[in-house]
């Protein structure tokens, strides 16, 4: 199994991290406690959850996948095992999203409730939130850093100028500071991370663990046409955003690499995702054994020069951009 140091700490990663945001929404309870058996049996240790996870589903409230973390931990007893992240942040029934310090002091309470557990790994504001001032964030993590409850910080969907920013008040004032972040990435999400935050997270040693991994299912290959689409959970954002030229000419390309390898889309497309300079691990999710085992099998291919640059080049921002230039 490959490990990774998240950040500057002591947190040994896989360089696959599960996602939990489908526990409770595609993957009932029985089911995840499966998957979860699953990936720790096969040597990953890290799984990522929210707050709010799986609150867009009809009939939740939020939490749910917390809960099933936390059934899943005290029926193993493997929180040992398990690198453990959860985030606060987002809008879980309040009409806003907050990083108060009332707030994060409230949900953190009530996510080592559900998780069964009296610590958190890792805890990421999932949002920025402008309203409330840097320092007051930090102050709080820093309280729940002393009490034992929370490890390591971490900051999702933050703009640059905001994660340079708090790291700036974490040393002038000398509260905890992130230490890694979780963006968007992938094969074909790649502009935003690449030209905006990745030499500053190697400058600044954070780790990255990135989401959306295959591109909400797309760069796995099942989504080519809008009839396939349509079968899904995600489809209307697939039709949107990625059924389209540049889509279908990575989609190509990652046939024509998987069929060289004797591999799957999927599991090319993250093996190309944890090459790339800067990633730490991709999250991941899977609803049943047999898609988890596929995509935990990513891990053991290894990509050729001429491969990457195949892939490089069919996913390519820069001729998009110059092509719409010329518009």
């Not at 990774?4 to 040994?12: A, I, K, P, S």
């Amino acid at each position: 199994m490959h490990y990774r140091t998240l950040g500057e700490t002591d947190l040994q990663v896989s360089v696959l991290c599960f996602g939990g945001n489908v526990f409770g929404w595609t993957a009932d309870e029985n089911t995840s406690f499966r998957l979860l058996d699953h990936w720790i049996a096969m040597g990953f240790n890290f799984i990522d959850t929210a707050n709010s996870y799986s609150r867009w589903v009809p009939g939740n409230k939020g939490g749910e996948s917390e809960t099933i973390i936390g059934k899943w931990l005290k029926r193993t007893g493997k929180r040992h095992e398990v690198i453990l992240a959860t985030k606060v942040g987002s809008d879980v029934g309040m009409g806003k999203r907050s990083l108060s310090k009332a707030h994060i002091f409230e949900q953190i309470e009530l996510s080592l409730k559900r998780l069964q557990t009296d610590y958190v790994d890792l805890y990421l504001s999932h949002y920025d939130d402008l309203s409330t001032p840097i320092e007051e964030t930090l102050e709080a993590y820093q309280q729940l850093i002393q009490q034992g409850k929370v490890r390591y910080i971490g900051a999702s969907n933050f703009s640059l100028e905001r994660l340079q920013t708090s790291l700036q008040i974490s040393v002038q004032h000398h509260l905890p500071h992130y230490i890694c972040v979780q963006p968007l990435y992938n094969l074909y999400d790649r502009e935003s991370f690449e030209t905006t935050y990745r030499d500053f997270c190697i400058q600044a040693h954070l780790g990255v663990m990135t989401y959306y991994s295959l591109a909400s299912g797309f760069l796995s290959g099942k989504y080519r046409t809008v009839e396939d689409v349509q079968k899904s959970a995600r489809g209307e954002q697939v039709i949107k955003k990625y059924l389209n030229a540049r889509g279908l000419k990575i989609l190509h390309a990652l046939d024509q690499v998987a069929r060289e390898m004797k591999a799957t889309p999927a599991q090319v497309a993250l093996a190309w995702l944890i090459k790339q300079p800067a990633v730490t691990t991709a999250i991941v999710s899977a609803t049943n054994v047999y898609q988890l085992t596929e995509i935990m099998q990513s891990v053991q291919i290894v990509l050729a020069p001429e491969q990457l640059q195949m892939l490089n080049e069919a996913s390519s921002y820069e001729n998009e951009n110059d092509h719409a230039s010329r518009q």
